[in-house]
């Protein structure tokens, strides 16, 4: 068997137009959708992330500033520069990019990032209100697992999912989307004991560890779906994801590629939501 590839890129050029068109709309009232990303290390892998989002919003209009405190940037300045970023009304969404330098605590700066910015869905407060059932914006990578699904028409309602990683940007709230679609959800970890044979029961498996290639053919039962949100850097530059594509592409009925799958899908939520946040 060889698995259909979900692909993430054609999709995410539909999004892009549309957020296009509005950020066009916006322009003609004056409005300039802007986007921050605050970011304090000189990990390459992040600088090339950034760019990469930094691109894809200056093609559809909407302006980005990368803040760049450096790799030495304290906790205090993190603190000033979020909340600053908060108060400028002519910034309508933040990202703090991760990794923060040593001793700096994500916990202490997201609860800053202000609710109607926060279109990674990192506060705290902006978490509480996806469970609640609230409108808010999801986490990015979260939301774009659901949304690739959603747009291969994966069915979803009575099946049982299952997700690798139980990470605050991706897992838990991963489940919960699932949970709101009336997916049968079972998310895994490090301590999980027997991996393979909990993943292989699902009819939908979403890995999100950071592992490359962890997930092998005995971790997928014949025809279910993987969603291989993983991006792991490889020796000559490229990409790797959570799921070895060799073996479990020969036993899936569908796997999303890396790169090319959940990676564009998610930077073009990102701008969806900028422009969300602007409209308001
Ligand atoms: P993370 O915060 O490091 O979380 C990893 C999760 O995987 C943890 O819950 C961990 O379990 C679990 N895990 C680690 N080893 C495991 C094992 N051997 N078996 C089962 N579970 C294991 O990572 P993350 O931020 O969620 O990111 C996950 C992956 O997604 C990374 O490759 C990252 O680069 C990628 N990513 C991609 C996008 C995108 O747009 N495509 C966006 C964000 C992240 P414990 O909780 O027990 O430690």
Same mark, same amino acid.
């Given at each position: 068997?060889?698995?259909? !590839?979900?692909?993430?890129?054609?999709?995410?050029?539909?999004? &892009? !137009?549309? $957020?296009?068109?509005?950020?066009? &709309?916006?322009?003609?009232?004056?409005?300039?959708? +802007?986007?921050?990303?605050?970011?304090?290390?000189?990990?390459?892998? !992040? #600088?090339?992330?950034?760019?990469?989002? #930094?691109?894809?919003?200056?093609?559809?209009?909407?302006?980005?500033?990368? /803040?760049?405190?450096?790799?030495?940037?304290?906790?205090?300045?993190?603190?000033?520069?979020?909340?600053?970023?908060?108060?400028?009304? !002519?910034?309508?969404?933040?990202?703090?990019?991760?990794?923060?330098?040593?001793?700096?605590?994500?916990?202490?700066?997201?609860?800053?990032?202000?609710?109607?910015?926060? /279109?990674?869905?990192?506060?705290?407060?902006?978490?509480?209100?996806?469970?609640?059932?609230?409108?808010?914006?999801?986490?990015?990578?979260?939301?774009?697992?659901?949304?690739?699904?959603?747009?291969? *028409?994966?069915?979803?309602?009575?099946?049982?999912?299952? /997700?690798?990683? &139980?990470?605050?940007?991706?897992?838990?709230?991963?489940?919960?989307?699932?949970?709101?679609?009336?997916?049968?959800?079972?998310?895994?970890? @490090?301590?999980?004991?027997?991996?393979?044979?909990?993943? @292989? +029961?699902?009819?939908?498996? /979403?890995?999100?560890?950071?592992? #490359?290639?962890?997930?092998?053919?005995?971790?997928? +039962?014949?025809?279910?779906?993987? $969603?291989? $949100?993983?991006?792991?850097?490889?020796?000559?530059?490229?990409?790797?994801?959570?799921?070895?594509?060799?073996?479990?592409?020969?036993? #899936?009925?569908?796997?999303?590629?890396?790169?090319?799958?959940?990676?564009?899908?998610?930077?073009?939520?990102?701008?969806? %939501?900028?422009? %969300?946040?602007? *409209?308001?």
């Amino acid at each position: 068997m060889s698995a259909v !590839s979900l692909s993430g890129k054609d999709f995410a050029v539909e999004i &892009r !137009s549309e $957020v296009q068109a509005r950020v066009g &709309r916006l322009l003609e009232f004056g409005v300039e959708p +802007r986007l921050s990303v605050v970011v304090a290390t000189d990990d390459g892998g !992040s #600088a090339w992330y950034v760019r990469s989002i #930094a691109r894809a919003a200056e093609k559809v209009g909407i302006a980005c500033d990368i /803040v760049d405190l450096g790799a030495d940037a304290t906790t205090d300045a993190l603190k000033a520069q979020i909340s600053e970023l908060g108060r400028d009304p !002519s910034v309508h969404g933040i990202i703090l990019q991760t990794p923060l330098p040593p001793g700096v605590q994500t916990s202490e700066l997201v609860g800053l990032i202000d609710v109607y910015k926060d /279109v990674d869905g990192a506060n705290p407060t902006t978490l509480g209100l996806l469970m609640a059932g609230v409108p808010t914006f999801p986490p990015a990578t979260a939301e774009a697992v659901v949304a690739l699904l959603e747009h291969h *028409e994966v069915p979803l309602e009575g099946r049982e999912v299952a /997700v690798v990683g &139980r990470s605050t940007v991706v897992g838990k709230p991963l489940a919960h989307l699932l949970l709101d679609r009336n997916a049968t959800v079972t998310v895994c970890h @490090s301590r999980t004991k027997n991996l393979a044979k909990v993943t @292989s +029961r699902a009819d939908v498996v /979403v890995a999100a560890v950071g592992r #490359a290639e962890l997930l092998g053919a005995e971790h997928v +039962r014949p025809g279910a779906v993987v $969603v291989d $949100v993983g991006t792991n850097p490889t020796e000559d530059g490229g990409l790797v994801g959570d799921v070895n594509a060799g073996e479990v592409g020969a036993v #899936a009925g569908a796997l999303t590629p890396v790169p090319g799958g959940v990676g564009p899908v998610t930077t073009a939520l990102l701008l969806r %939501h900028t422009v %969300h946040s602007a *409209e308001k």
